[in-house]
């Protein structure tokens, strides 16, 4: 939630933060980015974050669970038990009555595929992690050093992701940056050294 009458200290750091990490967009793309927020200094408002609850970025992940539903109507989907989510399948007015018989929450504990669902999605988080978190120079000079029962492990990851897409392109949904995105073949090989990326 940010306060009108600070929107243009808002969009001055907004700013600051582009052109610090410009290097890691296309040229045009800053440029477009660095006028839209020029454009939204002078108009002294900033849509979509202003008269919301301060330090909440998501209200609910519900609409992620729902998202899947409707990408795949076909399927049965299992969910893990989690209260906030199921509240939100009941209240939010967003599920349809028709997907009713679509869905279930489970307890992990009597749903193999949910436990094995919880425990590689852990590992996709912390690699996601680590790829935020990384410069590619850091990702190439730890890779070198990997032992080879984690450059296996890393193998099966790459091959489970890569069936994944050749599956269906929509079974890979995750939030992160274009840059991350970059580093994800450096991570998995494709870049051996610090020279190829220039």
Same mark, same amino acid.
């Given at each position: ?28 793309? %800053? ?5 839209? @927020? +020029? ?12 008269? %919301? *609850?301060?330090?909440? &970025? ?6 992620? %669970?729902?998202?899947?539903?409707? @990408?795949?109507?076909? $399927?049965?989907?299992? /969910? ?10 009941? *209240? +939010? #007015?967003?599920?349809? !009555? ?6 279930? /929450? $489970? =307890?992990? *504990? &009597?749903? =193999? ?8 999605? #852990?590992?996709?988080?912390?690699? /996601?992690? %680590? ?6 120079? !850091? ?12 450059? $296996?492990?890393?193998?099966?990851? @790459? ?9 269906c392109k929509a079974f890979l949904n995750h939030v992160a940056s274009g840059y991350e995105h970059l580093k994800l073949p ?6 051996? $050294? ?5």
């Amino acid at each position: 939630d940010v306060d009108p009458l600070k929107a243009p200290k808002f969009w001055d750091e907004f700013l600051k933060l582009a052109e610090k990490n410009q290097i890691v967009l296309d040229p045009v793309n %800053y440029q477009m980015l660095k006028g839209m @927020m +020029s454009i939204a200094k002078r108009k002294g408002a900033v849509e979509f974050i202003e008269g %919301y *609850n301060a330090l909440k &970025l998501i209200e609910s992940f519900g609409v992620f %669970y729902v998202t899947r539903m409707v @990408m795949f109507p076909n $399927s049965f989907h299992i /969910f893990d038990e989690e209260e906030v989510v199921q509240d939100y399948f009941l *209240n +939010s #007015g967003l599920v349809p !009555e028709s997907f009713s018989k679509k869905y279930k /929450f $489970s =307890n992990s *504990n &009597l749903e =193999n595929g949910v436990q094995i669902s919880d425990v590689l999605m #852990g590992v996709l988080g912390k690699m /996601f992690t %680590y790829l935020r978190l990384s410069s590619q120079e !850091e990702i190439i000079k730890n890779r070198d050093v990997m032992s080879e029962i984690a450059l $296996s492990n890393l193998g099966f990851v @790459m091959m489970l992701l890569d069936r994944s897409e050749n599956q269906c392109k929509a079974f890979l949904n995750h939030v992160a940056s274009g840059y991350e995105h970059l580093k994800l073949p450096i991570l998995f090989g494709a870049v051996k $050294s610090e020279q190829e990326l220039y």
